[in-house]
C-alpha cells in the first residue's frame, strides 16, 4: 500500500493519500482545496489514478477539495450520510465499505463533534476526522454536534483494537499519529467515568469559533466547489 500524510498549515489538517500499489488506484481523505495542485502533483508522480476523495465531516475551518478533484480527475466525492451537502456523488452508510483497488475503507458513523462525521476504518490503521483526535476530542458547540453521542463514538472507537494506529483529521501540537490503546490510556477526553462529567467538560469549553467558520462551511456545502 502507498500511504502519505499531508499537512496544511493554515489549519493545522491533515490529509491522507492511500494507493494500491498494483492497480495505482488510489484515494484521497480530507483533502484541503488550497493544496489541490500538490495532491495532483504527487498523483501524477506515482502513476496514481484517484477513484475516491473522501471527507469525515463537513469541515469548519477549512475548504474541501472534495469538488476541485473531482473536476481534475473525474474521482468520486465521499460523504456520511445526514450530510448536509448535496454536491458529493456518494453519500456512505455505517459499515459500508469502499474499495480502493486491493485494499478496504469502512465507513463507521461516528456522530457527536458534527451529526454527520465518519470514521475510516482500513486492517491496520483508522481516519479519525474530528471525532478522536491525539490526546483530544473535536468540539461540539456546532453543526449539530452533540456530547453524549461523541461519547458513544469515542466508546465505539476504543473498542477496536489497540493496535489500530489513529490518523486524525487535525494536529495542533505536531503529533502525527497515535493508536487506539494509546488514547485509551493516555486521552484525557477518554479517562471520565461516566458520560455526565464528559458532556459537563464539553458543554463547558467555550471555544471562540474557527476563523474560516463563515466561509468554509457554506463553500463545503457545495464541495469546494463556490
Ligand atoms: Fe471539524
Known amino acids: 500500500m502507498i500511504f502519505r500524510q499531508f499537512f496544511h498549515h493554515e489549519s493545522s489538517t491533515y490529509s491522507y493519500l ?19 495542485d500538490k495532491y495532483l502533483q504527487i498523483l501524477k508522480d506515482l502513476s496514481l489514478k484517484l477513484i475516491y476523495a473522501l471527507d469525515t465531516h463537513t469541515h469548519a ?16 466525492t465521499v460523504i456520511g450520510e ?10 456512505v452508510k455505517d459499515e459500508e ?29 483508522i481516519f479519525t476526522g474530528d471525532t478522536l483526535l491525539i490526546r483530544g476530542c473535536g468540539r461540539t458547540d ?24 489513529v490518523y486524525p483529521a ?12 494509546e ?3 493516555n486521552n484525557p477526553r477518554l479517562q471520565f467515568k461516566t ?16 476563523k474560516m467558520m463563515d466561509i468554509a462551511i457554506p463553500a463545503n456545502l457545495q464541495c469546494g466547489n463556490n
Not at 492511500?18 to 489541490?36: G, H
Not at 487535525?170 to 490503546?181: E, N, P, V
Not at 459537563?200 to 469559533?209: E, G, H, K, S, V
Open 142 to 165: 456546532f453543526q449539530n454536534g452533540d456530547s453524549e453521542d461523541l461519547y458513544k463514538s469515542l466508546q465505539r472507537l476504543m473498542t477496536l483494537d489497540k493496535t489500530i494506529t
Open 195 to 210: 458520560m455526565e462529567e464528559f458532556v459537563d467538560f464539553m458543554n463547558n469549553l467555550n471555544l471562540p469559533n474557527p
Open 183 to 185: 488514547e485509551a490510556n
Open 61 to 76: 475551518d477549512h475548504i474541501t477539495a472534495l469538488g476541485p478533484l473531482r473536476d481534475a480527475t473525474g474521482c468520486k
Open 97 to 125: 465499505v469502499i474499495k480502493v483497488g486491493s485494499l478496504d475503507i469502512k465507513a463507521l458513523k461516528t456522530p457527536g463533534h458534527t451529526i454527520e462525521s465518519y470514521c475510516y476504518l482500513m486492517s491496520d490503521r
Open 170 to 181: 487535525h494536529d495542533y501540537k505536531g503529533w502525527t499519529s497515535s493508536s487506539i490503546g
Open 82 to 91: 445526514g450530510a448536509a451537502a448535496g454536491c458529493a456523488s456518494q453519500y
Open 18 to 36: 492511500i494507493a494500491d500499489n498494483q492497480t495505482k488506484e488510489a484515494a484521497l481523505i480530507d483533502p484541503v482545496k488550497d493544496d489541490t
